[in-house]
């Protein structure tokens, strides 16, 4: 089986994204897309003058979870790009009908096997840095309430790192501001 992200190609993607995510033609009436400037930002606007089809390049949400147990935290290691053997907070992207919450209990028992309580909201991150796109990223606190503690999913591995020892290598910026603000809030 041909691995399927043999040309992930961070350079490239970061360039689609950069220009508008690589949309050529209105996906109403197929007229070309032109680039106007339009609320103060550039868009990419259908070029027919019978469509009024304006492209948002918006950002993906995504959600999930930040589990705390005995002054150590639950890390997972990307099992995919971008930046394969990463470590990164257990989340994932939303599906079309899920409430961020849901999000982030099925991101965390997908990828760590753990069935999971939240317990509070935590915060909301911009995510920039990935070359696919980017993403709004909703964290909650949590505890574990079952399951068994297993990479699954998109993971390699996963664990619990004590604070004062957290891997080199956290995929995201704001994984990193996550772990920092979490450390500020609860930890001093």
């Given at each position: 089986?041909?691995?399927?992200?043999?040309?992930?190609?961070?350079?490239?993607?970061?360039?689609?994204?950069?220009?508008?995510?690589?949309?050529?033609?209105?996906?109403?009436?197929?007229?070309?897309?032109?680039?106007?400037?339009l609320?103060?930002?550039?868009?990419?606007?259908?070029?027919?003058t019978?469509?009024?089809?304006i492209?948002y390049?918006?950002?993906?949400?995504?959600?999930g979870?930040?589990?705390?147990?005995?002054?150590?935290?639950l890390?997972?290691?990307?099992a995919?790009?971008?930046?394969?053997?990463w470590?990164?907070?257990?989340?994932?992207?939303?599906?079309?009908?899920?409430?961020?919450?849901?999000?982030?209990?099925?991101?965390?028992?997908?990828?760590?096997?753990?069935?999971?309580?939240?317990t509070?909201?935590?915060?909301?991150?911009?995510?920039?840095?990935d070359?696919?796109?980017?993403?709004?990223?909703?964290l909650?606190?949590?505890?574990?309430?079952?399951?068994?503690?297993?990479?699954?999913?998109?993971?390699?591995?996963?664990?619990?790192?004590?604070?004062?020892?957290?891997?080199d290598?956290?995929?995201?910026?704001?994984?990193?501001?996550a772990?920092?603000?979490?450390?500020?809030?609860?930890?001093?």
């Amino acid at each position: 089986m041909k691995d399927k992200y043999t040309h992930f190609d961070p350079r490239k993607l970061f360039q689609r994204k950069d220009e508008m995510c690589g949309y050529r033609f209105c996906p109403f009436c197929r007229s070309e897309l032109k680039a106007e400037f339009l609320d103060g930002r550039q868009r990419m606007v259908c070029s027919s003058t019978d469509c009024d089809f304006i492209f948002y390049q918006n950002p993906i949400p995504a959600a999930g979870a930040v589990i705390v147990r005995n002054d150590t935290v639950l890390l997972v290691k990307r099992a995919h790009p971008p930046r394969i053997n990463w470590w990164c907070l257990p989340a994932g992207f939303m599906e079309w009908s899920e409430h961020p919450s849901e999000t982030a209990v099925r991101e965390v028992e997908e990828e760590t096997g753990l069935k999971i309580k939240l317990t509070s909201f935590f915060e909301v991150y911009s995510g920039q840095d990935d070359p696919r796109n980017n993403a709004v990223l909703i964290l909650y606190l949590a505890e574990v309430i079952g399951g068994e503690l297993r990479a699954s999913d998109d993971a390699l591995e996963v664990r619990f790192f004590p604070f004062d020892d957290l891997p080199d290598k956290i995929a995201f910026v704001s994984h990193r501001q996550a772990l920092q603000d979490y450390t500020e809030r609860f930890r001093q």
